[in-house]
């Protein structure tokens, strides 16, 4: 394959910061409930005026400058998100008129929830081996304040909102950029949104019932992760050729401080080398691995020759993991 590499990162996160506390007022709950069970102590929410596109935008901008690319040079976008605008028209569509990318095609990755941002820079990496395509934006971003029921404690307070991107270009270094990757998936009910679709079209018995918010079984959530996100990362890294110790760096899914605490304890790595962002964003969704990611990559923790591992598990339950050598 051609080298693929991570040429720019970008992060957009809304103004408006909700506390354990604040939710405390809104629903049954406490901040000690909330953080010794997920870690998180805020998240951001989006203004109720805004939609996604809206993040994603300057999450793309910051990319593209970060990776000195202009939006006219842009072969590609691909949009991950399960909390799309709308369900007809492309989100990636809105994003590339907005920001002017008039020759890029544009691709939504929607169902896989969590998992979404490392499926789309798998796409993206496998369209850079055509001969005609040179550069890919990824844009992952997630407004589960909108999807999740303000009456239920337990969804409501994991998730927050925020948009990252990061800009895939070919590498020139054989040895670097994406060396390998895993993914994998388990059909489960788990975590759905049960109406809206054409088994259970939107009326008003859906509304009334509450269908079109997030359900979302915990405990399943956790063994399917405690099991596959480690399993997925060994396989991934296996198949590069670099060992778990090598790694110097693992973006993880960030849904939940204590999943994320045993998977890379069943890896055998110190949590030092797993960024966590959660405790401040809660879990955003398709954007969490990629807000780990662009913290360390901006603050300039990733280092040329080190390895990293991008994983992420979602609804479906889908899950997947990216190995790569920073050049």
Excluded at 132 to 140: D, H, Y
Excluded at 196 to 210: E, I
Excluded at 255 to 273: C, D, F, Q, T
Aim: charged share 20%; net charge neutral.
């Amino acid at each position: 394959m051609r080298p693929v590499v991570i040429a720019g990162t970008g992060l957009h996160v809304p103004d408006t910061v909700v506390t354990n506390d604040d939710l405390a007022r809104m629903i049954d709950t406490t901040d000690e409930w909330i953080t010794s069970r997920t870690g998180i102590r805020s998240r951001r929410w989006l203004a109720p005026d805004l939609a996604v596109s809206d993040m994603g935008l300057p999450a793309a901008r910051s990319a593209l400058e970060s990776a000195r690319l202009a939006p006219s040079e842009v072969d590609v976008i691909i949009f991950a998100t399960y909390t799309w605008d709308q369900p007809l028209l492309s989100t990636a569509l809105i994003v590339k008129d907005k920001l002017g990318a008039d020759r890029a095609l544009t691709f939504d990755v929607t169902h896989s929830a969590c998992a979404n941002g490392v499926q789309a820079v798998m796409l993206g990496s496998h369209l850079l081996q055509s001969d005609g395509i040179r550069s890919v934006l990824v844009i992952a971003a997630d407004a589960a304040s909108r999807v999740t029921d303000p009456l239920e404690r337990t969804s409501r307070v994991f998730f927050g909102d925020a948009a990252a991107a990061v800009v895939l270009r070919r590498g020139s270094v054989p040895g670097t950029g994406l060396l390998a990757w895993d993914f994998g998936s388990e059909l489960s009910d788990a975590v759905e949104i049960p109406a809206g679709g054409s088994r259970l079209p939107t009326s008003a018995v859906t509304v009334a019932a509450r269908q079109h918010y997030l359900q979302m079984d915990g405990r399943a959530v956790w063994d399917a992760a405690t099991r596959w996100l480690p399993d997925s990362i060994l396989a991934a890294t296996a198949r590069a050729g670099v060992s778990v110790a090598e790694v110097s760096h693992f973006f993880l899914h960030q849904a939940n401080v204590n999943i994320i605490k045993a998977a890379v304890e069943k890896l055998g790595v110190p949590l030092s080398r797993a960024p966590i962002t959660l405790d401040r964003l809660g879990n955003t969704g398709s954007a969490g691995v990629f807000t780990a990611l662009h913290e360390s990559v901006s603050r300039g923790f990733v280092r040329s020759g080190e390895a990293f591992v991008m994983s992420a598990i979602g609804a479906g339950f889908q899950w997947g993991s990216l190995c790569f050598r920073q050049p």
